[in-house]
């Protein structure tokens, strides 16, 4: 069929084009330039200790142990597996994570993570397929800071029967 397509399918490809956000196109770059740039666990790779970074991580081996770092992003691949309690930026899960995980950004659940432990984030994606055991807290700024029309809810006295 070659590079170039014509007709219905290239009518389906611009559709599909133009339903992803800019802002999404942007992101998805944003991550792969990160991902890319990451320090890497390989697949081959087992280590049990603490890890230290300030960048990005990805870990398609095996980690065990402490993650130090708040303002890194860290990238479980399909094949990675880690148990650690995490703080980051950014986390993006594949694989499977053992431990609580706390995001000053975002989290996403790729469509056959495994979570379990607790997560904490400002913002949550979740894929169909994951598998999540925990208790989740997001936007744990609430909702005060974000929105300056928010009222508390009081609940309301019952009115008496007189």
């Known amino acids: 069929m ?4 014509k007709g219905a399918e290239e009518a389906k490809i611009n559709d599909e084009t133009q339903d992803e956000s ?34 990005a991580m990805k870990i398609d081996g095996k ?9 890194g992003e860290l990238f479980v691949g399909k094949t990675g597996s880690v148990k650690a309690n995490v703080k980051v930026k950014n986390a993006v899960i ?6 609580n995980v706390t995001a000053t950004e975002k989290v996403e659940l790729k469509e056959k993570a495994h979570l379990v ?3 904490k984030a400002r913002t949550l994606i979740i894929e169909e397929g994951v598998v999540f055991v925990g208790n989740c807290n997001v936007n744990p700024d609430g909702f005060k800071a974000e929105n300056p029309n928010f009222k508390e809810w009081k609940k309301e006295p019952k009115k008496g029967a007189e």
């Open 22 to 55: 800019e802002t999404t196109r942007e992101i998805r770059k944003e991550r792969k330039m990160a991902e890319e740039k990451a320090s890497t666990l390989t697949q081959d790779v087992e280590i049990k200790g603490t890890i230290k970074f300030s960048n």
């Open 2 to 5: 070659g590079l170039f397509r």
């Open 63 to 71: 980690f065990e142990g402490e993650m130090l770092t708040e303002e």
């Open 117 to 119: 432990g607790d997560l």
């Open 94 to 99: 594949e694989g499977r994570m053992d431990g």
